[in-house]
């Protein structure tokens, strides 16, 4: 049976089905009856079910597509059995009938269901609208709407419908999704099994929501919760988000998940200001949520948090507490708003930025790491343990502290890359380590802590506070570092800027202080250090008012280092504590200076100083000047140091000069290491001066002592000269060396080591004292002069009377060069004079070299001897002078127990007051023919008294000294007898010089041949030899022996070969070389047999004017002027070949080693 289409309106029944049976009658039944269509409005009961009776029941009834609004029952359905299906009806709400298992907005549903048995209507869907086509005739057409059931189960094919959560829950299976809508269901739901709920729409709010701990709950959308007691939600099993969720509790109680959430979604938790949101396990541990928003009284994480890119966002009215570790990926920052605590207790690696903005205080025990953002804190942070704040990743963040820090003793470390800032705006205290590793501009308050380490500042480091550390601190800077505040170091402070440095608040350092700028260095504030005290401006200059001091004044000394780049001068600073602090001072573009332009800073006042500049160092004070390393580098410029008030110079370090080293103290002067210049250095002291080692590399050395003593216990070398004009003693332990002369005066003895000049004379003399002469005195362009006025001159040893080193000195006349003798303007190459007796011992070999010409230049008058014609003797141009100092009466020995070895031409002066003697060892010295020896007793008046008493060795018998000598040969040359008649020394005998070459025992030549020798060619062979003697002429002997021819024509010869030898056109030079490459290419080809065949070859070829007659008469004419030289003029056969080898090979060889040693055995093979 089918009702359709009707209108029925204002009846109690609208529609009525029931058990209806007359007595006695048959039964009856109801079954397929289909309402549809109707509009049943206006009544009571629009659909009614009664009576109930056995043969009725409800399985059979369908009502659907009616109008059931405005009706007290829609359906009042009284039977007992069978389930009435009532759905897609209208029931006059969108909200569907009013039911109790209708749960969705309840209050606001429409006409009622009355049930005999719960749920035996069954009326979801229903129409959402009442909607009709408006013609009465075919009752209700539904238009418009669309059926609705508020949770629909879309994981049943088909879906199945439910008009409230809990029943879609109750009747889903594992893993079902329910699609709830937008509305108000008026249940708390309990979620059983693993179910995914999901609001496509608007927002569905009920009572609560709560999860059993073994299901895994699936979430989608917005969900409200209205209840007023806690928990709003929770959930006891795991959660998983398949869309973004909101869960929000309208009347701010808890949320709570007991278990993990996960799913890469975005889970908004919002309990208002009264509820907790409580996390208790992972969240996002296996999938990272998307992002996670959370407003609530109070947030707590208990286990690890994991979010991608929409990141954390937390606003709590109370606590939060994160105890397990936070990561977000994709850029996800962390904001979190805390009114109360916020507690980190895990890490925290973040690809976004963090930032607490709220007014809660903050309390950290793990570090936070962002990727390139900025991490900041706007309340106070407590630090729970140690925490480590980094901000770097391919470029970095700002890390930002608003408010104050508390350590607690726990370490900070900060890392904001090269680009990132770093700014405490208010006070960190605790102790505890903070290391900051990178930042860019760097700000900081008033820091209490145990150390502070900033290792690479990338801009700047500004100190607007206090800085107090229980240990050190240490601050790197690429940029600036100002100091505002005041700073105390309880061991060390660096400060370490590559621009400008600032201290404008006062700063005290327990230990070492090390303060380093690239550019200025400002001290606008005092700066005391413990210890040692650096100051460093490598680009600029230190400046500014405050007060200096490296230690605390209390008996302690400090070390204070002071370096800039510009010129630095002590009297534009100030300084404390000076007397006990060692200085160290350098500028590394300009000069030191530290005088007394400030008196207090003047280098008395200092317990040391060591300086090293680019320019002059300038040290200068009244009392005592102590010094360590001083080094001026700059060429030209140079170290000067002065005292005044009888000051004296304690120079304990080594003092190294470019330039000059100017020292003039009024005291004495010490210089315990060694001093090095490259131009002058000069010493002047009132008192002693103590040397080491010292070098002027082209300079002079210049020592004075106006009333003290000099011992040099180095050794001295100098580019120039070594002067030293000492008051007292002067002691040389070690060598002197000089490029330009040696000159030392003392007024007591003088102590020496080897002595060295390589272009001046050695002078040495004492007024009052001995010298005592320990090692070889040897200049090599100028003459060597030891003169003991008073006392003796002697090598330490035996009795202390005998000079026993080796001398060698040069002097030559005509270039005025070597030492002056005693009387007049002669130059000598040795002058050894004293006042008491003159030993030379074997050891004291004498070696006068130098150029010498008697004809020229006659020094007879500068050793106080006559030169008259009666007395004078023969002109004498004197290499070595040994005398003892005038004294009246004359007084003193000369013992000459050396080999001399003198110059062709040059003279020996032995000026005795009363006796010389010659030793044994004199003997083997070679005087050739042109030598003169010349003895003086200057106490005997006439040859008999000085053979009387044995005053002149060979007195009675002068000629005798020929046979005495040694040496090859005899003694040539002439020996000269003196005494002083009145005031001169004059000629008391004399033995000239024998001939060139022994007398033959022939007859003697004609007179007629002696006449008129050719003295044009024996002047060119005395400049050929290099001999420089005058020719014998007509009765030099007086008849006691023959002249002798043999030297003129030897000249001849000599006159002859030597246009071959010079060969001035090169022709036979250019022959030699051909014939020699021809028959010897390589060296190896040359032998004795080799030898002859060239010889043969050149004897063959002799007079024809080809290669190899040319290079005979090279090689013949050498051999012929050897064997002259050897058999005509007496030279010895080695010294013949030398003087060829040396004269003529070099030319006609050109420096070819296979020419040279062709001629060699040429020469062998003939001599």
Known sequence: MTIEENVIT???????????????????????????????????????????????????????????????????????SGTLDASDNWWGSANGPTIASNTFN????????????????????????????????????????????????????????????????????????????????????????????????GTAEMTRLISNGSTTTGLSGLFAANTSTDPAFQFGGAVTLAGDVTLTSTNQKAITFNSTIDGDQKLTVNTGTGGTATFGDMVGNANALSGLEVDALNVDFDNTVEVDDDGIDIDAGGYVTFDNTVDTTGGGTVTISNTGLLTISGPMSLDGAFNQDGAGAVSIAGDVDTTNDNVTFTNSVTLGSNVDIDTTGTTAGNILFSSTINTVGNSLALDAGSVGNITLSDALTGGGDVTVRDGAVQSYQDLTLNSLSIQDATTSVTFGGDVAATTSIDVVSGGTIIQNGSVTSGTDLVYDAAGDLALYGTTTVANSAALSAGNNLTVGASLTGGGALTLIATGGAISGSGTIQANDGVDTQGDLTLWQGNSLNLANLTFGNQSTTDLTAQSYNGGVTIDKTKPSNAADQWQSIIATAEHNVVLSGDGDITTGNLVSNGAGYGVQISTGSGGSLDAQGTINSGGFVDVDVEGNAGFADAVTAGDDIDLVAGGDITTNAMTSTAGDIDITSTGGNLVAQGTINSGGSVTANIDGQAGFAQTVSAGSGIDLDAGDDITTRAMTSTGGNIEIESAAGDLVVNGALTADAGGVSLISETGTIYTPGGSNDTLNVPITGFSNSAAGTGVDLPFGSGKTAILIENGSNLILGPGATLTANGTYNPASY????????????????????????????????????????????????????????????????????????????????????????????????????????????????????????????????EVLAVTNPVPLVPPRTLEPELRGEVEGPDTEALA????????????????????????????????????????????????????????????????????????????????????????????????????????????????????????????????????????????????????
């Open 858 to 985: 006659d020094d007879r008058e500068s050793v106080d001897f006559d030169s008259s014609l009666t007395g004078g003797g023969e002109q004498l141009d004197v290499a070595i002078y040994l005398g003892n100092s005038p004294q009246a009466p004359p007084i003193g020995n000369i013992t000459v127990n050396s080999i001399v070895v003198m110059e062709n031409n040059g003279g020996m002066v032995v000026d005795a007051g009363e006796k010389v003697l010659f030793g044994d060892e004199f003997g083997d010295s070679e005087f050739n023919q042109t030598h003169r020896l010349e003895v003086v007793s200057r106490l005997s008046k006439t040859l008999s008294e000085v053979a009387s008493y044995e005053r002149l060795p060979f007195a009675d018998n002068p000629e005798a000294i020929r046979n005495w000598f040694t040496a090859p040969g005899y003694f040539a040359g002439a020996y000269v007898l003196r005494g002083v008649r009145t005031l001169l020394a």
């Open 10 to 80: 204002g009846c109690t029944n609208g529609i009525r089905f029931g058990e209806y049976k007359a007595t006695g009658g048959l039964d009856g039944s109801i079954t397929s009856v289909t309402v549809r269509n109707n509009t049943v409005t206006g009544g009571t009961n629009a659909i009614r079910l009664h009576p109930d009776g056995s043969n009725v029941s409800a399985n059979g009834i369908i009502v659907y597509d009616n109008d059931l609004s405005g009706n007290t029952y829609g359906v009042k359905n009284e039977f007992t």
């Open 106 to 201: 309840f209050g606001s549903q429409g006409v009622q269901i009355d049930e005999a048995v719960a749920d035996n209507v069954k009326y979801v869907q229903w129409w959402d609208s009442g909607g009709d086509d408006g013609d009465p005739d075919n009752g209700f057409q539904p238009t418009g709407g669309s059926l609705f059931a508020p949770v629909t189960n879309i994981t049943h094919d088909p879906d199945t419908y439910y008009s409230s959560i809990g029943s879609g829950i109750s009747s889903a299976t594992a893993n079902n999704t329910l699609l709830i809508e937008n509305g108000t269901f008026s249940e708390a739901p309990t979620v059983d099994k693993n179910l995914t709920l999901t609001v496509p729409i």
């Open 1020 to 1167: 060119r062979l005395l400049t050929e030899l290099g001999i420089g003697v005058q020719p014998y002429m007509t009765d030099a002997y007086g008849g006691a022996l023959s002249t002798d021819l043999r030297l003129y024509k030897a000249a001849e010869k000599l006159q002859e070969l030597m246009p071959i030898l010079e060969d001035a056109d090169g022709t036979r030079i250019a022959g030699l070389k051909t014939a020699v490459q021809q028959f010897f290419p390589t060296l190896d080809l040359l032998t004795e047999e080799q030898v002859d065949s060239f010889d043969k070859i050149l004897q063959s070829h002799k007079g024809d004017m080809t290669d190899f007659d040319l290079a005979g008469q090279c090689i013949y004419s050498l051999t012929e002027y050897v064997n002259i030289l050897g058999t005509e003029i007496g030279w010895p056969v080695e010294k013949s070949v030398n003087f060829v080898m040396g004269r003529y090979v070099p030319r006609l060889t050109e420096g070819d080693e296979i020419r040279i040693a062709v001629i060699q055995m040429f020469l062998q093979k003939e001599l």
